[in-house]
Each structure stands twice: as structure tokens, then as C-alpha cells.
């Protein structure tokens, strides 16, 4: 299992050693030796799993407060662009994004740590597994809106399909000024 940094501070990209032979795969999906060597003490308290068809654009959301989590998150078939926006009030990247594609033949994972919002494009039908250091608190939720224009995500989807809690998040700018700054 490699763990490695990205352009965001905290926010890393994790590639499993898959073993495939006659009978199908095998991999290690999390070893908390591993990433304590790397620095990452998360304690997880939730394990989440979505199934997405092809088109979907679930995100961009967070938590907040006190009930702010991390997320490991990957998908266990499919492919999916993956995208984490730094929120974070004090941080140099601000309003900043790193995108990966997720992929089921390499379950590879991207480490989102707290202060960011999350959110993917389903590129493939996938099924979306993620562990969560926070357990999920309604009250708590926040979001951005996938199509802002100041982040100009590009997600490789056309016309995509979205619930109508996620039509309805704010702009950064807004988000910016009713947060004091960030999260
Ligand atoms: C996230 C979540 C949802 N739910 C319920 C609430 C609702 O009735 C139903 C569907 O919820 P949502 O529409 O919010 O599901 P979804 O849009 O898949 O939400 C997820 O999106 C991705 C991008 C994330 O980053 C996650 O943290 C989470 O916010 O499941 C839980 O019971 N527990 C949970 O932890």
C-alpha cells in the first residue's frame, strides 16, 4: 500500500497491492500501521456505501462543526472522478481542488481530511465505499454547488444527474461570507 501527498496539504492518494490470480482478487483495503507511519491517526467511526449509475454527480458536501469527518474514500467497481475542495478558513489553498479518478480495477483511495467538501462524477455505475471519522449528523450538513463557477470543476459528465438537496447548495462566495471565511 503506497501513500502518497498530493498538491493539498493533508490530502492524500493511497494505492493498494492487489494479488490476482486463478480465483479472482485480493487487497488490503485499510492498515492503520500503515497509515500511522504516514502520519494519519484517524480514528473511524463509520463505514459508508453508495451505488451510483453512470452520470451522477453526488456532492459537494461536508459537515460542520464538531461533526466535521475525514473520508477514505474509493469504489469497490466502477470509476469515478473524485473531487476534495479545501474550506479550510486559514489554509493557503483555499478554494482550491484536487480531483482524482477512482477506479474499481486499481481501488485506489483518496484521503479527505476535515475542512474539505467532497463530492464525485460517476464515470462508470459504481459502487462507492468510504470510511467516515464522524458519524453522519443532518443537522451538520453543509454543501457547495457542483457547478460553481469560480471553482470551474470540469467532471467529465454532460447534462449530470443530481438530487435536489445537491441543486440547491450555495456558491462559494456565499459560502465563504455566511462561514466567516471557512471552516
Ligand atoms: C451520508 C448519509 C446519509 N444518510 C441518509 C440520508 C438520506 O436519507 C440518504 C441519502 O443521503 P444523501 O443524499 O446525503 O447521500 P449522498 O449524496 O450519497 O451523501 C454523501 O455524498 C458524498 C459525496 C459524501 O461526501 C458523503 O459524505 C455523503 O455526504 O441516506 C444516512 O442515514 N447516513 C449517512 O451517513
Given at each position: 500500500?503506497e501513500?502518497?501527498?498530493?498538491?493539498?496539504k493533508?490530502?492524500?492518494?493511497?494505492?493498494?497491492?492487489?494479488?490476482?490470480?486463478?480465483?479472482?482478487?485480493?487487497?488490503?483495503?485499510?492498515?492503520?500501521?500503515?497509515?500511522?507511519?504516514?502520519?494519519?491517526?484517524?480514528h473511524?467511526?463509520?463505514?459508508?456505501?453508495?451505488?451510483?449509475?453512470?452520470?451522477?454527480?453526488?456532492?459537494?458536501?461536508?459537515?460542520?462543526?464538531?461533526?466535521?469527518?475525514?473520508?477514505?474514500?474509493?469504489?469497490?467497481?466502477?470509476?469515478?472522478?473524485?473531487?476534495?475542495?479545501?474550506?479550510?478558513?486559514?489554509?493557503?489553498?483555499?478554494?482550491?481542488?484536487?480531483?482524482?479518478?477512482?477506479?474499481?480495477?486499481?481501488?485506489?483511495?483518496?484521503?479527505?481530511?476535515?475542512?474539505?467538501?467532497?463530492?464525485?462524477?460517476?464515470?462508470?455505475?459504481?459502487?462507492?465505499?468510504?470510511?467516515?471519522?464522524?458519524?453522519?449528523?443532518?443537522?451538520?450538513?453543509?454543501?457547495?454547488?457542483?457547478?460553481?463557477?469560480?471553482?470551474?470543476?470540469?467532471?467529465?459528465?454532460?447534462?449530470?444527474?443530481?438530487?435536489?438537496?445537491?441543486?440547491?447548495?450555495?456558491?462559494?462566495?456565499?459560502?465563504?461570507?455566511?462561514?466567516?471565511?471557512?471552516?
Amino acid at each position: 500500500m503506497e501513500i502518497k501527498e498530493t498538491p493539498i496539504k493533508d490530502v492524500y492518494e493511497i494505492y493498494p497491492r492487489i494479488f490476482k490470480d486463478g480465483r479472482g482478487y485480493f487487497l488490503e483495503t485499510y492498515r492503520e500501521d500503515l497509515f500511522k507511519k504516514a502520519g494519519l491517526n484517524t480514528h473511524w467511526v463509520q463505514d459508508n456505501q453508495s451505488y451510483s449509475v453512470a452520470g451522477i454527480i453526488r456532492g459537494l458536501h461536508f459537515q460542520g462543526g464538531e461533526h466535521s469527518q475525514v473520508k477514505l474514500v474509493r469504489v469497490v467497481s466502477g470509476k469515478v472522478l473524485d473531487v476534495c475542495v479545501d474550506l479550510r478558513k486559514d489554509s493557503s489553498t483555499f478554494g482550491k481542488y484536487h480531483a482524482v479518478v477512482l477506479d474499481g480495477e486499481k481501488q485506489n483511495m483518496l484521503y479527505v481530511p476535515k475542512g474539505f467538501a467532497h463530492g464525485f462524477a460517476v464515470w462508470e455505475d459504481a459502487v462507492f465505499s468510504y470510511k467516515c471519522s464522524a458519524l453522519y449528523h443532518k443537522e451538520s450538513e453543509g454543501g457547495i454547488i457542483w457547478n460553481d463557477m469560480e471553482l470551474n470543476i470540469d467532471w467529465g459528465v454532460a447534462d449530470p444527474i443530481l438530487s435536489e438537496k445537491d441543486k440547491s447548495w450555495p456558491n462559494l462566495e456565499t459560502f465563504r461570507t455566511e462561514s466567516g471565511k471557512g471552516l
